[in-house]
């Protein structure tokens, strides 16, 4: 096939979306006071698509000047909740709206408009978590617990564009899924062919097709177990199933 030369401005090759939440900052009691801050909830959803996983560990690509980076970066703390391919809807209700009271120049000339309480907005429900004090998003079939390990600054070779977003290196802590994506057989894995993220590609958003494109992959034939080595010790109490062969590949091989 013919390849040419491009340059697009973003490189959003397809991850699945994620909606951060985090809990924000009491406001200080001030009862004559009419600012936005006084109206926000204790908790905001931030979506993102700037997210990957490798052992129990995860992390998020995040614009410095957010409300989700902020709380972030104040309590520690959050939940990385996984909408299903059917919840296109809720994203869109979040799109564009922001925690911060007092919008960047970038965000303002986007179109984002400021949303002190993001659940009521898109109709979502907070669920408690376990481990943390963010809650849980009850529509999405999956939420992770997770606590923040570092904060890492993000294109520091760039003067120009130095701090302008980070990248939040989070630990998982507890793992939540809906019970019918449990692989039956199992105790802790999840049902590959039952499980339909929400994909980001290029600002659009889409779903699997469920269909595999082989009819088996090869490295789907190494026991996930013997991925655990990466993950011990890092989310729950929970047992590992019964690991069948004995090695761990390379990851990238």
Known sequence: MPHIPISPAILYWGTPVV???????APEPNPSSTSPTQRAAPANIGPISSAWWLGHCCMLGLDASSATTQNLLCSRQCVLNLPSDDMAPVVNALARTTGTPSLPPHKLAMGYRYEGDKFRAAGLTPLPSSLVAPPRIAQCPVAMECEVAKVHTFM???????????AVECKVVKIWIDERLKM???????????????IMSFQEL???SGRRKDRESV?????????????????????GDTIRSGFLPEEGQ
């Open 206 to 208: 889409y779903g699997l």
């Open 184 to 198: 039956e057989g199992y105790r802790n894995r999840v049902d590959p062919d039952l499980w339909r993220p929400l």
């Open 19 to 25: 909606l951060v939440t985090t809990t924000n900052p």
């Open 219 to 239: 490295l789907g034939a190494v026991e996930e177990e013997n991925y655990r080595i990466l993950a011990a010790g890092s989310s729950g109490e929970a047992e």
């Open 156 to 166: 520091e070779h760039d003067a120009e564009r130095a701090g302008f977003v980070v």
